[in-house]
């Protein structure tokens, strides 16, 4: 019996090994190709000038605008969905717990909504442009893009504040605080690192999804003055890119995706960074 408990250890204990490693690997792939063939391509013109006349053709400029416009949208929409999400998340958690069914069919709710196709909330945010008479801008992308990610930052930040224990909530209710001081003083602050993490994966989606922006933003070689200016973006100007026929446009395709993967890395060692510093400061 013991013989065949060992044997079946060791034999998913090599299966969990096989598919890590087979993940891992192909992740190293894809950076490979993309590396190989974007660096070459990859000039400070590119991202430091604007595209000029004909330059998804082959001709001279950069993506400057689309690297902003990726910006624009991103931060707006992690900002907004964070401003909504996190009343959402410790409202789940500091007051809906004595309510377990209806925290769990929220979940479930939240869950699928997490998995809807971004393209759906792009046709849905287009609908809704159509019903007020807008027009491809930075406010329809960033709209959409928040739609898509709202979903993302509450079950991120629920997930986190489930691993606060309880006993904590029951000590600050017990020294008289009420249930939103406990909420925004207490759960908050113990939560933080964790929401930075829950930060990272919304605007990581957000700033490299391309299909709820297809229709709702736009595409422009300038950068938007204003919210109702059409928008470029960076998964734009890569799919544009890749569509072209001449090689060299395709080219640069790749080097707009290194550009990409360098932004959210970036980001995602910073949020790592800031995690660990403010680990420091909890309870």
């Given amino acids: 019996m013991m013989n065949r408990k060992k044997i079946e250890e060791q034999f998913f204990r090599l299966l969990?090994?096989?598919v890590t490693a087979s993940i891992i690997l192909v992740l190293v792939y894809i950076f490979y190709i993309i590396l190989k063939k974007g660096l070459p391509s990859l000039s400070w013109d590119m991202v430091s000038r604007l595209p000029e006349g004909g330059y998804y053709f082959g001709k001279e400029g950069g993506i400057l605008n689309a690297i902003i416009g990726s910006f624009y949208i991103s931060v707006s929409a992690t900002f907004l969905a964070f401003i909504i999400g996190l009343p959402v998340a410790l409202y789940m958690n500091v007051y809906l717990v004595r309510?377990?069914?209806?925290?769990?069919m929220t979940r479930f709710v939240l869950d699928a909504l997490w998995g809807v196709p971004s393209i759906v909330y792009g046709a849905f945010g287009f609908t809704i442009m159509i019903y007020f008479g807008l027009r491809t801008s930075l406010l329809a992308g960033i709209i959409a893009v928040t739609l898509l990610i709202i979903p993302i930052m509450i079950r991120a930040m629920d997930e986190v504040l489930r691993t606060i224990p309880k006993g904590l909530m029951e000590a600050s209710l017990a020294l008289g605080s009420t249930k939103t001081e406990t909420a925004f003083k207490v759960f908050f602050k113990q939560a933080l690192p964790g929401f930075i993490t829950a930060i990272l994966l919304s605007f990581g989606r957000g700033i490299g999804d391309a299909a709820?922006?297809?229709?709702?933003?736009?595409?422009?070689?300038?950068?938007?003055?204003k919210l109702t200016d059409p928008v470029a973006t960076l998964p734009l100007a890569i799919f544009f890119q890749l569509s072209s026929p001449i090689p060299e446009v395709r080219e640069r395709a790749y080097?707009?995706?290194?550009?990409?993967i360098a932004i959210v890395f970036t980001i995602s060692l910073s949020a790592r960074l800031l995690s660990k510093k403010f680990k420091k400061h909890q309870v």
């Fill in 16 to 18: 969990m090994s096989l």
């Fill in 255 to 260: 080097a707009a995706a290194v550009i990409l």
């Fill in 212 to 225: 709820s922006v297809l229709f709702t933003a736009g595409f422009t070689d300038h950068i938007p003055e």
């Fill in 99 to 104: 309510r377990p069914k209806f925290l769990t």
